[in-house]
């Protein structure tokens, strides 16, 4: 598999690339762009996360825990009768579970959102290339994996200057 990365000025001609690409059997890889382009994520096969199931089960599951351990010392573990009150006061139990569950919920949400990213990653073969810092400032690359065959990549290269890129520069996986 030979990676191509295609450069270009304006986003109309990265998304044109990018569905050309795409019906010539081509895998789109990714888009590098200074802003967001409607429609590239369908394009790219972007799927729904699962972010907000995760901090929900986390804040959850910690806010139980923590009401376990609060209801076992004072029901279980050791139990003191203070003017007559019940032991299980579940009202005044509620304040703790829900701040460390509210706590453990962003907890969560931050190690699956590293997880589900591959973050923290230092550095990509990608950032090699020469002229990819400008995908953060005025231009928009396309990086697309072709057959490893060199007609494969000739065609790909020529569909892709015909779609208006400025360079394709090959990269590594």
């Known amino acids: ?23 010539a059997g081509d895998k789109v890889l990714d888009a590098f762009t200074p802003f967001p382009i409607a429609g590239m994520a369908e394009l790219l096969g972007a799927r729904s996360t699962r972010l907000r199931a995760v901090m929900f089960a986390g804040g959850i599951a910690i806010a139980l825990g923590a009401f376990a351990t609060e209801y076992f010392s004072a029901m279980l573990d050791y139990p003191i009768n203070s003017g007559g009150r019940p032991l299980n006061s579940w009202p005044a139990f509620m304040m703790f579970p829900f701040a460390i569950g509210i706590f453990a919920a962003a907890v969560s949400g931050f190690i699956a959102l590293m997880a589900e990213t591959g973050l923290p990653r230092l550095h990509h073969p990608l950032f090699a290339v020469e002229g990819f810092e400008r995908a953060s400032q005025s ?4 990086a697309i994996a072709v057959l490893h065959s060199e007609t494969g990549t000739a065609d790909a290269e020529k569909r892709l200057r015909n779609a208006g890129a400025l360079s394709v520069r090959e990269a590594e996986p």
């Open 139 to 142: 231009r928009f690359l396309l």
């Open 1 to 23: 598999m030979i990676v191509l990365l295609a450069e270009f000025t304006r986003p109309e001609a990265l998304m044109r690339a990018a569905r050309q690409a795409q019906d």
